[in-house]
């Protein structure tokens, strides 16, 4: 009965994980499992306050043309580089589009587009942040497979795309943040309608974009470990495949995000 | 084992006083921290029910003890406050649940016997392990100190309804008393994750060779099961608490819509419902009941098998129930809102799935009866408190089908009948579960052996004080007694209730001086309690293989594999009626054991087959001498 130091790799003989995981995997799997929780509830809680307002309908919408927006300038008559927020919601305001009682629509709200002021370019901007996240999910799977085969060089250069990318997005989500209190939203004010659709916005996407933000923490962890070979030495790269599996789940609630706030 | 061999064992670990009692990784030790923490939660949440049962009893009697203990803000000449009225009930509600109930059951069992039941050196993360005391710990102390600011503790009740949470001015209780509860709740959230995850990785990778779920002793399933809830349900929580704080701290309106405030006037919220949070609260308050509820039940299961030398009848069917409970626990949330308001096909959802609860709790319950029956029971105190449980598990689930009835509801909510239900189906059955398990596992967890005449004394004084307390309950609520007032001493229409009140009074300081008792033999066995030796109830399960010296890593040498299930008691085929889970089956070599008959006759001798169609064939079949 001679004893042994006690260490990791002999804690456990025997016995079989039903989903054939390392303990690790399986308790990344597990946190994200109950950040879902996190994140339903916070979008049930959208979803029912949302829906006990009545949308804005689309013949309101009608009743303008599609390029509403130039017609605004126009109107107006302040040049093309004038804030968009400064003639496009008092306008839509005065057309009873943008009302303290109806839901606006998402499309024109999130209409803007950088060094685009005053052009109706609904959810363009948006989209293209969805673009850039799944491209850095993209990346990010690619440098897990390059952890798999044991390539140290591609694992860095992949994790630096990602990082890049989840910068890419957080930069996207400051200028959109920015545009949307400009034009004069705070969680208890809206201009563009009830004041709980902006408190909600900055909720969710909030909540969002700390998400991506640790995870872009975790990401540059990662990266900078691989550079001083951490995982080559541990002689697998398991690390990068759980940093992996958040960055993929933040991605995926991007997706519901963006389908329930900015598509429905 | 002597204590040599832990000499040596120890010489790997070179521990310091801190490493060892405070920042310590050893489940074990962090075991005895959730336990010890959770005491003293308990004794500072029962005092305060004893404080505001006096008020209930004597509503106009001053009390010079409650003076010295508020001050005269809060209980001016020793009457308490009816705003200190209310934040004592609120910080009792949310003590008695999130820290005594769910950290300090959970925390101390699932950490304890875990890996000891599973076999593992450790919890999968022993880091983060420490990390979840630390975070309890912390939560702990900020809830305690919103006893000591200015506007006192959180008032609302512990379901922190708004508008009254979400409105800092809406009463003194509401303002910094309310931040900190929701500060202590978001910590002890991060605290219930850390270890549920934890706990949940260690079942399902951690277990030693042959240890199969099936295997798996009925703690261990309860526990895990009580984790993933946890999991599932704490951060839905999580989330109304982040909007809650957003309503307080940001001025936004997401369960706030039209109101009037006497101090601030019309306010500027719209388009919010408080309807909302109630969703959001009792989806996570409903499991929590469960999660309360359920390591409970699986350490009656070990105590009753242990002591009764009977295998657990119905194993499989303890462990759907257990999956049913589980289950079933999400979708039964509605039931404590049907007065708030509901489309009445929802309701009637809601009561269906509820009253679909008793059918796996009942299975439960029999399959406790059917263990006993018929067994050779030991009286242990640990015994003692399990029937205990049982007893509250049946008189409470049974006013649960009461009030899971929505048009009942009608009558029932809000009154003394809903306190009684739950104290005694979650709060009484829970601390005696709680009780069972720390009498069972003290020689386990202190290497000592509890007082038994002290204990008995402790468990007839508990188990009459709390159905005297409890108990009248019922009847008060079903003739209306409003629950949460301060006084009834306006309300001429329930002055037959006053000695009914004193009664009730005169328990809880009796059921209050039991656990002082349990206290000091608690205390005091730790130090001067006869030695335990290494299997002093003779159970079957792994933990009471590992030496008494308590050694990190749990096991010298390799971990035990196992051969069997839990409850191979009083098994016909072997002589002792007992049979550790890591000895070889019959057949192979036994040496611990002697077996009485040959290799032939243990094959043709079954072990009791505790199926519910053995016990009726048995029935019918004729007495034989």
Redesign the interface.
């Given at each position: 009965m001679s004893t042994q130091t006690i260490s990791k790799s002999s804690t456990w003989r025997g016995g079989n994980s039903p989903f054939k995981l390392s303990y690790g995997k399986l308790m990344m799997w597990i946190f994200l499992l109950s950040d879902a929780f996190t994140f339903s509830s916070l979008l049930v809680g959208y979803g029912a306050i949302r829906y006990s307002f009545p949308s804005t309908e689309i013949s309101q919408i009608e009743s303008l043309d599609l390029h509403f927006a130039e017609n605004v300038q126009d109107k107006f008559a302040n040049g093309a580089d004038a804030h968009h927020g400064e003639h496009f919601i008092p306008a839509l305001r005065e057309a009873g589009v943008f009302n303290e009682i109806q839901w606006p629509s998402p499309d024109l709200v999130f209409n803007h587009f950088p060094f685009a002021h005053g052009l109706h370019l609904p959810l363009i901007f948006v989209s293209l942040m969805t673009l850039i996240l799944i491209l850095s999910s993209v990346t990010m799977v690619l440098g897990v497979e390059a952890g798999q085969r044991g390539d140290k060089k591609a694992v860095s250069k992949w994790m630096l795309w990602t990082i890049i990318g989840g910068f890419a997005f957080l930069s996207c989500q400051a200028w959109e943040w920015t545009n949307f209190i400009t034009a004069g939203a705070t969680p208890w004010a809206n201009p563009y309608g009830p004041p709980t659709f902006a408190a909600l916005f900055f909720l969710v996407t909030g909540f969002h974009g700390f998400h991506v933000f640790s995870g872009v923490l975790l990401n540059i962890i990662v990266y900078i470990n691989n550079l001083r070979g951490t995982y080559e030495k541990r002689g697998h790269y398991e690390m990068v495949e759980k940093v992996g599996l958040y960055w993929h789940f933040v991605d995926l609630v991007w997706v519901f995000v963006f389908t329930f706030f900015y598509l429905i | 084992m002597s204590t040599a061999?832990a000499h040596?064992?120890d010489h790997?670990h070179e521990e310091t006083f801190i490493s060892k009692y405070i920042f310590s990784m050893d489940h074990k030790m962090i075991s005895k921290q959730f336990l010890i923490t959770g005491i003293i939660m308990g004794v500072i949440g029962m005092a305060m029910s004893i404080a505001f049962r006096l008020q209930l009893a004597y509503p106009d009697t001053g009390f010079p003890i409650l003076e010295w203990l508020f001050g005269s803000k809060w209980a001016p000449d020793g009457v308490l406050d009816a705003g200190y009225y209310m934040a004592l009930v609120t910080m009792h509600g949310t003590i008695m649940v999130f820290y005594v109930l769910t950290a300090g059951l959970s925390g101390t069992f699932a950490n304890l016997l875990l890996p000891l039941q599973c076999?593992?050196?450790?919890m999968?993360?022993p880091f983060?392990n420490m990390l979840s005391y630390w975070f309890f710990f912390l939560s702990s102390v900020v809830l305690l100190s919103s006893l000591f600011v200015e506007t006192g503790p959180a008032s609302g009740g512990w379901t922190i309804y708004p508008p009254l949470s979400a409105l800092p001015k809406a009463m003194p209780g509401s303002g910094m008393g309310m931040t900190l509860w929701l500060v202590a709740i978001v910590l002890f959230i991060a605290s219930s994750?850390l270890g549920?995850?934890?706990y949940?990785?260690?079942v399902?990778?951690?277990?030693?060779?042959?240890?199969s779920?099936t295997r798996l002793p009925l703690t261990v399933w309860a526990l895990f099961l009580t984790a993933v809830l946890g999991?599932?349900?704490?951060?839905?929580l999580?989330?109304?608490g982040?909007?809650l704080l957003?309503d307080r701290g940001?001025?936004?309106?997401?369960y706030l819509s039209d109101i009037y405030l006497g101090s601030a006037g019309a306010l500027?919220h719209?388009?919010?419902?408080p309807v909302?949070f109630q969703?959001?609260f009792w989806?996570l308050g409903h499991p929590e009941v469960y999660i309360i509820i359920m390591p409970a039940l699986g350490i009656t299961s070990e105590v009753i098998a242990v002591n009764s030398r009977k295998p657990i009848f119905g194993y499989t069917a303890m462990v759907i129930s257990l999956l049913g409970i589980a289950f079933l626990s999400f979708i039964v949330w509605g039931h404590h809102m049907f007065i708030t308001g509901m489309n009445p096909l929802l309701g009637a959802v809601f009561l269906v799935t509820t009253l679909i609860i008793a059918v796996p709790s009942a299975v439960k319950t029999f399959n406790y009866l059917a263990t006993l029956w018929r067994g050779n029971i030991r009286f242990t105190n640990a015994m003692m408190f399990a029937i205990g449980l049982v007893s509250f598990f049946i008189s409470g689930g049974l006013t649960g089908i009461f009030l899971g009835n929505a048009t009942l509801d009608i009558q029932l909510h809000d009154t003394y009948f809903v306190v009684g239900h739950f104290h005694i189906v979650m709060g009484c059955a829970a601390i005696f579960g709680m009780l069972a398990g720390v009498y069972h596992w003290f020689p386990k967890q202190f290497g000592r052996m509890l007082n038994k005449p002290l204990g008995y004394i402790h468990f007839w004084l508990t188990f009459i004080s709390a159905y005297l307390v409890f108990f009248p309950m019922h009847f008060m609520g079903l003739a209306g007694v409003p629950r949460r007032y301060y006084a009834f001493t306006l309300l001429p229409e329930y002055g037959v209730w006053f000695d009914v009140n004193v009664v009730m009074t005169m328990a809880a300081i009796l059921g209050g001086i039991a656990q002082l008792i349990f206290l000091y033999n608690f205390f005091s066995s730790m130090f001067i309690g006869k030695k335990a030796t290494q299997n002093p109830w003779e159970a079957n399960t792994l933990e009471w293989t590992t030496p008494v010296e308590r050694i990190?890593?749990n096991w010298?040498?390799?971990?035990p594999?196992v051969h069997r299930w839990a409850y191979d008691y009083s098994n016909p085929a072997y002589e002792s009626d007992f049979m550790p889970q890591n000895i070889p089956d019959a057949g192979s070599k036994i040496e611990l054991f002697e077996t009485k008959q040959s290799l032939e006759d243990t094959k043709q001798k079954k072990a009791p087959n505790a199926s519910f169609f053995t016990l009726v064939k048995n029935w019918f079949k004729p007495k034989t001498a």
């Open positions: - | 061999t040596t064992e790997h076999g593992a050196r450790d999968a993360s983060m994750l549920g995850i934890n949940i990785s260690t399902l990778n951690m277990r030693t060779k042959g240890m779920m999991l599932l349900s704490f951060p839905v999580l989330g109304g982040l909007l957003f940001f001025g936004t309106s997401f500027e719209t388009g919010g419902s909302l969703h959001l989806f990190h890593g010298p040498g390799e971990i594999t």
